[in-house]
């Protein structure tokens, strides 16, 4: 028997918690492009500094190197909060009440695949689709990719009964 379910504001930020928990296992805490970003500037940021050096002497150039020196610290600070900006904007865009995240969903369990059905559609999930999952108090999360994940809640894994925990341990082999 389906269970049906909506998810809010609060299950979208646990969803990303639980993207943010997974990437920090694969991957480690600290994230590649960003020191790949500040290595950039610092380097950049260096040749500009040795050039105006060099030709300081010639040209008088100290009052240049300074505007140069503050448009380096300004850009070093925006590639800094570049990816905090760009959450936030994202979040604006995908949190909006029209979101498919938010619609009234269904979830079943039939043949040893998660059905999921709501108003944009329907997705049959096989067992071996799941590459990962976690939980957390409030959460079921099945991850289908690195990033994308199926949101199950508690209550309504409860009201599937045996039949999704069969289907958690088939997707862990437990079966």
Same mark, same amino acid.
């Given at each position: 028997?389906?269970?049906?379910? +909506?998810?809010?504001?609060?299950?979208?930020?646990?969803?990303?918690?639980?993207?943010?928990? %997974?990437?920090? %296992?694969?991957?480690? %805490? *600290? /994230? $590649?492009?960003?020191?790949?970003?500040?290595?950039?500037?610092? =380097?950049?940021?260096?040749? !500009?500094? #040795? =050039? *105006?050096?060099?030709?300081? /002497?010639?040209?008088?150039?100290?009052?240049?190197?300074?505007?140069?020196?503050? =448009?380096?610290? &300004?850009?070093?600070?925006?590639?800094?909060? @570049?990816?905090?900006?760009?959450?936030?904007?994202?979040? @604006?865009?995908?949190? /909006?009440?029209?979101? $498919?995240? =938010?619609?009234?969903? +269904?979830? $079943?369990?039939?043949?040893?695949? *998660?059905?999921?059905?709501?108003? #944009?559609?329907?997705?049959?999930?096989?067992?071996?689709? !799941?590459?990962?999952?976690?939980?957390?108090? @409030?959460?079921?999360?099945?991850? &289908?990719?690195?990033?994308?994940?199926?949101?199950?809640?508690?209550?309504?894994?409860?009201?599937?009964?045996?039949?999704?925990? $069969?289907?958690?341990?088939?997707? %862990?082999?437990?079966?």
């Amino acid at each position: 028997m389906p269970a049906t379910f +909506s998810l809010d504001a609060t299950d979208y930020n646990l969803l990303e918690r639980a993207v943010i928990a %997974r990437f920090a %296992r694969s991957h480690g %805490r *600290l /994230n $590649a492009t960003f020191f790949a970003q500040v290595l950039a500037w610092m =380097f950049m940021s260096l040749a !500009i500094f #040795s =050039f *105006l050096r060099l030709s300081e /002497n010639q040209f008088g150039l100290q009052r240049a190197f300074g505007w140069i020196l503050s =448009f380096a610290a &300004i850009g070093f600070l925006f590639s800094v909060v @570049r990816p905090t900006i760009g959450q936030w904007l994202y979040k @604006r865009y995908v949190l /909006n009440a029209s979101a $498919a995240f =938010f619609a009234q969903q +269904s979830v $079943a369990i039939e043949a040893g695949s *998660l059905v999921l059905q709501s108003a #944009s559609g329907k997705s049959i999930i096989p067992q071996s689709a !799941i590459i990962d999952q976690s939980q957390d108090e @409030r959460n079921h999360y099945l991850f &289908i990719t690195g990033t994308h994940a199926v949101v199950i809640p508690e209550v309504s894994a409860a009201a599937l009964g045996t039949d999704f925990a $069969a289907y958690l341990a088939a997707c %862990r082999g437990e079966a």
